[in-house]
């Protein structure tokens, strides 16, 4: 009996042991399988083995800390899917800028602040004679243009950083022919305050030849009609003395007089369209000084005392400007082109008003001289064609005083524009670059430079 009780209490005790046992272990082990299976990437897993108490406990928390783990997941991925997407499209974009650049006919360069290229297209290497596809980035841009321009081009970067943009024309010589390259230089913030340019290079040699070839043979008809229009009334007048000395009538000698007036008259328009001709053609290079360019208003002024009385004169010059590069002889020269088409445009007016005014300009980079009048004003067809040689409304015209006036203004790197002014009449502005803006060489570039700037 006491046996049996013994056997029955041993295997009770050894089977409630097992059982509380398993009441403990059987969660442990979900548990550690349910973390093996999340550490490798099933977030999807949970515990479901019976626990209670304090494991009960423990088992609820695990599903939750799984549950937030798997949501968490999900927002990471899809945040990830957005960012692939994000960068797909930049690269697409950027892939698809880089094709324009490359496919664009001109030469793009874009520079850091000391003048290292940092990245060329193929028609840049192109435009410079590369023959590998583009120029290695790390070289400097004056070592890949021929030396007589780079002194230019730096200017015009400079330029270019101080001012938003700048524009400059070069020409050299390579490969046994004469190449002309229109260069813009534009300020390029390339991040964490630093500062660089991007250039665009173009070449203008065909467009300028075919410029040329069409101003010369503009020039060639208008010389040709300019000389024919004085030779007819020389060629009627010398018929008309030929039969007047034939017949000797009464009133022969008036006629003669005249006649042989008529021919004089002819020879001097004659006279004066060869010189004014020359005098375009044969510039004398300018002699840049540091001027007071209120002096030289003045000077153009008092070439004309005496013939302008009937005309007020009303000076805004500002005192103590800086000073412009030029020569004042030249600048002289077109301001009285300027002042003499005033007076003659206000021949026919009631109201005469001859203004000039100078001043700095807004941007601070050049003075600018107006010189207005309250004349017949410009129509559109002669605001067009001003400053064309040779193109004259007046019966006795040139043509050539406004065509002069604007080379000398490019030849000292400015501009000059003609605009309507108030109440009537026509104003002109011619833009001079301050000293420090026009440091750069008045090389024979220099003269083709501002063409753009005149209107
Ligand atoms: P020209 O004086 O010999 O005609 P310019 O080149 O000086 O030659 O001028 C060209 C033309 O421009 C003039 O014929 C005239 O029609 C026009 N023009 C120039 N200045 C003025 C002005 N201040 N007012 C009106 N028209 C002007």
């Not at 938003?164 to 813009?184: C, Q």
């Not at 003669?256 to 290079?285: H, M, N, W, Y």
Request: hydrophobic letters at 45%; one cysteine or more.
């Amino acid at each position: 009996m006491l046996l049996l009780i013994t056997v029955f209490v041993f295997f009770s005790s050894v089977w409630l042991a097992l059982f509380l046992s398993k009441q403990i272990t059987r969660p442990v082990e979900a548990l550690a399988d349910a973390m093996n299976e999340i550490a490798r990437g099933r977030y999807g897993r949970r515990v479901t083995a019976m626990a209670t108490g304090e494991m009960g406990d423990l088992v609820h928390s695990f599903n939750h800390m799984a549950g937030d783990l798997e949501s968490s997941r999900h927002v990471a991925e899809s945040a990830k899917a957005q960012l692939t997407a994000a960068n797909l499209a930049v690269e697409e974009r950027r892939r698809e800028l880089e094709t324009i650049i490359e496919t664009i006919p001109s030469g793009v360069v874009t520079l850091d602040s000391a003048g290292v290229v940092l990245q060329a297209n193929r028609a840049f290497a192109a435009l410079m004679g590369i023959k590998k596809n583009a120029p290695q980035p790390g070289a400097r841009i004056e070592n890949l243009l021929p030396a007589e321009c780079a002194e230019d081009l730096a200017g015009t970067i400079r330029r270019g950083s101080r001012m938003g943009a700048a524009s400059t024309e070069v020409e050299f010589h390579a490969h046994g022919r004469t190449v002309h390259l229109a260069i813009t230089s534009a300020r390029l913030e390339l991040g964490r305050g630093q500062v660089g340019s991007v250039l665009v290079v173009e070449d203008t040699t065909e467009l300028l030849r075919a410029q040329r070839q069409l101003a010369w043979k503009e020039v060639a008809q208008q010389v040709a009609h300019e000389i024919k229009n004085p030779l007819t009334p020389i060629a009627l007048s010398a018929e008309r003395i030929g039969r007047h000395l034939d017949r000797a009538q009464p009133d022969s000698p008036n006629i003669i007089r005249k006649c042989s007036e008529v021919i004089l008259g002819c020879v001097g328009t004659l006279r004066t369209l060869v010189d004014q001709f020359s005098a375009l053609a044969q510039f004398p290079a300018p002699q840049p000084r540091a001027c007071d360019i209120n002096q030289i208003v003045e000077a153009a002024l008092a070439l004309f005392s005496g013939r302008i009385e009937e005309i007020t004169v009303q000076r805004n010059l500002t005192p103590e400007l800086p000073p412009v590069m030029a020569d004042a002889e030249s600048i002289r020269r077109a301001l009285a082109n300027l002042i003499d088409n005033a007076a003659e445009a206000m021949q026919g007016s009631l109201l005469r008003v001859l203004g000039l005014r100078t001043a700095l300009s807004e941007d601070g980079a050049a003075i600018e001289v107006t010189v207005s009048d309250t004349g017949s004003g410009l129509t559109d067809e002669i605001r067009e064609r001003l400053f064309l040689p040779f193109y004259s409304t007046k019966r006795r015209g040139t043509g050539l005083g406004l065509s002069i006036a604007a080379k000398i203004v490019q030849e000292h790197g400015g501009s000059i524009s003609a605009e309507p002014n108030e109440p009537k009449g026509a104003r002109f502005l011619v833009r001079l670059p301050l000293m420090e803006a026009s440091a750069e060489p008045a090389s024979a570039a220099a003269a083709e430079k501002s063409a753009k700037g005149i209107a």
